[in-house]
């Protein structure tokens, strides 16, 4: 196997990403277009989107960062949103799609029609998001995209698997696709359910950071892998495991946490500028095996069915955003009110992204019976078509929308008041849980160290000296051992009252990392004062 050209793949893309942040233009489209461009450079190899490596082997770890980084508590208050637009909408959407390319194109059986409704229904939500950080959309619009993103594949790989059984002749039924996707759901769930507390024991009782973070890197493919082998939806089993090791994330080691953080961006930072940089480069494989699909003819095409996926995501999301408030009161009670304006932008954040591309690609050639499958060629033309347009289209001009609408801008006042509410709460707790450490006399520290635990305001740069050669003379440990527990027991008892205050809902999860993260630091550096 030539590695060469995946290390320039993983060294371009990266250059490219980083180069983006230069530029007002999002690292997706950046890297796509690089990824067009370089697609016809002479003596460049050709990068086929393999779906046997996509699907297992980058879509598990990008699905797990992402989770992790979720809230689950968010995406439980959004839960009804997100589900109508995760499965219902990429249903309607598979449905809809399918039945405009079977009247659009000539010949298209209706069967091999859904396969490309499917294919194309799940949006990408991973350059969707970015955006929507980067230029400061209210959280419930984020964690709705986000929560989309998370979910939304397990639906249209569902929806693909139903369609194509009926298109290669496997005879499927309606009945038997509910069946299979009600399989697949409660499946792949089901497996999350049963792993998560066990992965979870595992990350809070190994000893050593090192496999700890070993642990971690395999854990999405463990999930995924094990759902697909019951025939359950290895994509839910990562999200599920995830969102909940992400919620307990807070137990695990500190020094696992500060190393996690650091392997998983540089993972999802890779795998991401890979991962669209791949599409780009897809442009001479799908042209190629066009065939007499050309000129405009299969301009016509590709306009209609872009247009058929963009309004389509609209007649969804305006009704699934109101109806369900005027027909429930129960709704409208426990639910923030939807505004057109958060709607417009959650139906014009519709760009696909690689997952559509991979599963085109895994459309096989032929049929059962031999025949070649209808229109292979021109399905993944009109897919990697709709993946280009969209991420142009609408990822060019999702910025500029979100500013002309002018949502309500973050409050940094709010938040700094909400940090700093959190923290005297925790510092107060702190302190209580330091002076009943110190009352016991196996906890006896030099004036000095107690005061400096006491006020966590000066340096510990006096802290060797004033700890060398020491002893407690009740429990026979080194004051520099007695010093690193009572500062690990003071931080464990503010980072439990930042926990508390996320799972009452007083901090955001996003606010609570940041806790944690100083936290995270600040034992850090005494351990290694006290080493």
Do not use: C
């Not at 989107?49 to 439980?76: H, I, K, Q």
């Not at 078509?385 to 060019?396: D, E, S, W």
């Amino acid at each position: 196997m030539d590695v060469m050209p995946l290390l320039l793949l993983v060294a371009g893309s990266a250059a490219v990403a980083g180069a983006a942040r230069r530029t007002p233009v999002s690292a997706p489209l950046l890297l796509v277009a690089a990824g067009l461009a370089v697609s016809y450079v002479p003596g460049v190899p050709d990068y086929t989107l393999d779906p046997n490596v996509v699907l297992p082997l980058l879509l598990p770890p990008l699905l797990y960062t992402s989770a992790v980084d979720s809230s689950y508590l968010d995406l439980r208050a959004q839960l009804r949103p997100v589900a109508l637009l995760s499965v219902g909408y990429v249903l309607f959407a598979t449905f809809v799609v399918g039945w405009a390319a079977y009247l659009i194109v000539p010949g298209l059986p209706l069967t091999a029609a859904l396969v490309l409704g499917a294919v194309v229904a799940p949006p990408d939500a991973v350059a969707a998001t970015a955006v929507a950080r980067r230029v400061g959309l209210p959280s419930r619009i984020t964690t709705i995209l986000q929560g989309e993103s998370l979910l939304n594949d397990a639906t249209a790989i569902t929806a693909y698997k139903v369609a194509l059984a009926a298109a290669v002749g496997e005879g499927a039924t309606w009945a038997g696709g509910v069946e299979k996707f009600l399989i697949a759901a409660v499946g792949g769930v089901g497996v999350g359910l049963v792993l998560m507390a066990p992965l979870h024991w595992l990350r809070t009782h190994l000893k050593e950071a090192l496999l700890q973070n070993t642990l971690s890197l395999l854990i999405p493919f463990v999930a995924y892998g094990v759902a697909e082998q019951l025939h359950a939806s290895g994509v839910l089993a990562v999200v599920t495991v995830a969102l909940y090791l992400g919620h307990r994330a807070w137990e695990v080691d500190f020094a696992t946490r500060l190393q996690e953080e650091a392997v998983w961006k540089m993972v999802a930072f890779i795998l991401e500028s890979a991962v669209f940089a791949l599409i780009g480069l897809q442009l001479p494989i799908v042209l190629r095996g066009l065939g007499a699909y050309e000129g405009t003819e299969a301009a016509w095409y590709t306009v209609a069915v872009f247009l058929v996926v963009v309004v389509t995501r609209f007649v969804w999301v305006y009704p699934a955003a109101f109806l369900p408030r005027l027909l429930s009161r129960r709704v409208r009670e426990r639910e923030e009110s939807p505004t057109w304006r958060g709607a417009m932008v959650t139906a014009w954040a519709g760009m696909r992204g690689v997952v559509s591309l991979a599963i085109a690609f895994s459309i096989p050639v032929r049929m059962h019976n031999g025949a070649p499958f209808p229109q292979r060629n021109l399905l993944l033309f009109l897919t990697f078509t709709t993946v280009i347009g969209t991420l142009v289209v609408q990822g060019l001009t999702l910025p500029p929308l979100i500013r002309l609408l002018k949502f309500p801008g973050h409050d940094p006042q709010a938040a700094t008041l909400a940090e700093a509410n959190a923290q005297a709460q925790a510092s107060r707790a702190a302190e209580r849980r330091l002076e009943e450490l110190l009352s016991d006399e196996r906890n006896a520290l030099p004036p000095p160290l107690a005061d400096r635990l006491r006020t966590v305001l000066e340096r510990r740069r006096n802290a060797v000296w004033e700890r060398l050669g020491q002893v407690n003379p009740v429990t026979g440990e080194s004051v520099d051992y007695t010093y690193r527990r009572l500062s690990r027991e003071v931080i464990s008892a503010e980072r439990a009252i930042f926990v508390r205050l996320r799972d009452g809902r007083y901090i955001d999860d996003e606010m609570l990392r940041t806790l944690l993260r100083r936290l995270d630091l600040e034992e850090a550096a005494a351990y290694r004062e006290a080493a």
